[in-house]
């Protein structure tokens, strides 16, 4: 086939149930151009199997390793990309036929854009539309996603489309985290490179009941960690707002050990650590307490 110009990478773990969709979501694009890299993550059912089925069309390949986790995955799919632009797709979630062709058309009359977002169709487990998530504006995109304001990029990796140089160069995705990669490489793409928002849903986000995001011990371990990262490599300078921006995290932590794990205990650790860190949350929490009391 001849060199694409956009590479889409499904990291695939255990992912037999959805992979399909995926898969087929990216064939039905309306532009063509494009190659798909699936990667086989040490999956233990038949996601080989189903991935292997498509493999007639010959702008799809598979890639298999050890299981090494969802950021390793992506990123040994972005070492072997071959397009001018990468763009990812989780395996339970689906691309709407317009997605790469309106995705592309901006980052090519644009060149000092790096990456595209768009708005998400939120959806069920049989990715039956529940309410649209909508993106914000690139207007300070950096502190409204490190301070979780929101999704801010809806649907997370599934949603961006980025030059391929700049990820083959300088960025990949941290493989010490897991629930939360995305999250931080919206961080350092917000940080570091130059958005474009569209305002138009083109991606199908399946919210799966147990999908990573209601694992709330990763979501400690890669909270923290990020922390870490931002303190390390001074991501936000010392001072009032990076006092503010952890002490948000430490409530989240909270508000996810108390709703969706049912841990008091922990949940009054990380208010307390919150308001430590940056006593003015006090009145954040307050409020959070008072809509729980109603």
């Not at 169709?121 to 301070?147: P, Q, Y």
């Amino acid at each position: 086939m001849s060199t694409p110009e956009v590479s889409v990478i499904i990291p695939a773990y255990n992912a037999a149930r959805y992979l399909s969709d995926s898969i087929t979501s990216v064939i039905g694009q309306s532009y063509a151009a494009w190659e798909l890299v699936v990667v086989d993550d040490g999956s233990s059912d038949n996601t080989a199997e189903i991935a292997g089925a498509f493999l007639s069309d010959e702008r799809i390949r598979i890639i298999k390793q050890s299981n090494k986790g969802v950021s390793a995955a992506r990123n040994a799919g972005i070492n072997v990309a071959r397009g001018r632009y990468i763009t990812f797709l989780d395996a339970d979630d689906a691309y709407l036929p317009e997605n790469i062709a309106k995705k592309y058309s901006i980052l090519i009359q644009n060149p000092s854009i790096d990456f595209v977002y768009c708005d998400a169709i939120m959806c069920d487990g049989n990715l039956n539309e529940e309410r649209i998530e909508k993106g914000v504006a690139t207007d300070n995109l950096f502190r409204k996603v490190i301070e979780w304001k929101g999704e801010s990029i809806p649907a997370s990796s599934s949603n961006i489309f980025v030059k391929a140089g700049l990820m083959k160069e300088k960025f990949r995705f941290d493989e010490q985290l897991s629930n939360c990669a995305d999250r931080y490489m919206k961080i350092m793409l917000a940080k570091y490179a130059r958005p474009y928002y569209l305002p138009e849903a083109l991606i199908k986000y399946r919210n799966s009941p147990g999908s990573m995001s209601k694992q709330v011990g990763l979501l400690e371990h890669d909270e923290k960690y990020i922390i870490s990262k931002i303190v390390q490599e001074n991501i936000v300078p010392q001072g009032r707002s990076r006092n503010k921006i952890i002490a948000n995290i430490y409530l989240i932590l909270s508000g996810s050990w108390y709703r969706n794990a049912h841990h008091p205990a922990r949940a009054i650790k990380y208010g307390i650590k919150a308001i430590l860190t940056y006593p003015p949350v006090i009145r954040k929490l307050a409020a959070k307490l008072m809509q729980r009391g109603h």
